[in-house]
């Protein structure tokens, strides 16, 4: 298989990946964890390149020992999931930046690890993706409903006696996986944007809830693809075309709104008295 039907098979998975993980990321809102998480896994990468080892099983580890640490300091008093999440962020960069400094000999190019590519991403690279995908997909089937009524009734669910630290752990561990695995193919920046974007802007355009993972899986993949096109025909980054295509359709179902209903027809409210309403124009306008 050719370098480029890699890449378009890679950002395909990624788009139907985006219809799960990135849904839970934006219903839960979750945009800054993951976004964090992204960021702070970058250390792993740059470690495991040292060691010429896997760079994605290193992002993989360092995830894990984040998503922990996150968990235990959410636990102190005072302290927020934002919070948290911004403390390991900074963290993680900073300790990443430091290590490649360290190691100006890096093989993998720094900049690989923070915008990756879509051209080259390996068989192995989206190996990974497929399965993560599988297993979003098993998580979402099981924990489901569960996961609806603690996202929208969280006061609700522990009401009614659910553990709460299962559903935490599947969320986490899908928003984890799916963050880890986009990396190849659009780095640790770019990442974040693959994933939200398309559940963004099929949360802005869809009726009813449950529109909301087939518009996202639809735009997620059109929006990879596109931008992967865009990229060969114009000479330009893949990561960086397919995040401005993606950010660009999220722009375009937002102004779609807007522009829907400005023009909708205004409903005029019931009037309560009709004879009254005749009576009062007569009086005003003779």
């Known amino acids: 298989m050719s ?12 788009g139907l990946l985006s219809a799960v993980a990135g849904t839970l990321i934006v219903l839960r809102r979750r945009s800054f964890f993951a976004v964090a998480l992204s960021h702070a896994t970058f250390p792993g990468g740059v470690a495991f390149a040292i060691l ?13 020992l984040l998503v922990l640490a996150m968990t235990l300091l959410a ?7 934002q919070v948290t999440s911004g403390v390991v962020l900074s963290f993680g960069f900073a300790l990443g930046t430091l290590l490649a400094a360290l190691t100006p000999g890096l093989g993998v190019p720094v900049e690989a690890l923070l915008v990756g590519s879509p051209l080259g991403v390996s068989p192995s690279d989206v190996a990974a993706t497929a399965i993560v995908l599988v297993v979003t997909l098993l998580v979402a089937a099981v924990f489901g409903r569960r996961i609806l009524f603690h996202t929208f009734d969280p006061v609700g669910y522990a009401a009614s006696g659910f553990r709460v630290w299962p559903i935490e752990l599947a969320v986490t561990g899908a928003i984890a996986a799916a963050v880890v695995v986009a990396m190849p193919a659009v780095g640790a920046i770019l990442g974040v944007a693959v994933l939200i974007a398309p559940a963004a802007a ?16 639809l735009i997620g993949v059109a929006g990879g693809l596109i931008g992967l096109w865009a ?3 114009f000479g330009i980054a893949a990561g960086g075309s397919v ?9 375009l179902a937002l102004a ?15 009037v309560a008295n009709p004879r009254a309403e005749e009576e009062f124009r007569e009086l005003r306008y003779g």
């Not at 370098?3 to 990624?14: D, I, N, R």
């Not at 636990?75 to 999931?81: F, H, L, V």
């Not at 355009?205 to 899986?217: D, F, K, T």
Request: hydrophobic share 55%; charged share 15%; aromatic share 10%.
């Open 202 to 217: 099929a949360r802005v355009l869809a009726p009813r809830l449950a529109w909301i993972p087939p518009l996202a899986a």
């Open 52 to 64: 010429g080892w896997n760079l994605l099983i290193g992002q993989a580890l360092f995830a894990l």
């Open 75 to 81: 636990r102190i008093p005072g302290q927020g999931r």
């Open 3 to 14: 370098y480029f039907a890699l890449a378009a098979l890679e950002l395909a998975l990624l």
């Open 231 to 233: 990229s060969r025909e």
């Open 243 to 251: 995040g401005v295509v993606l950010t660009g359709m999220f722009v």
């Open 256 to 270: 779609g709104r807007w522009l829907a209903r400005a023009l909708r027809p205004r409903r005029r409210a019931p």
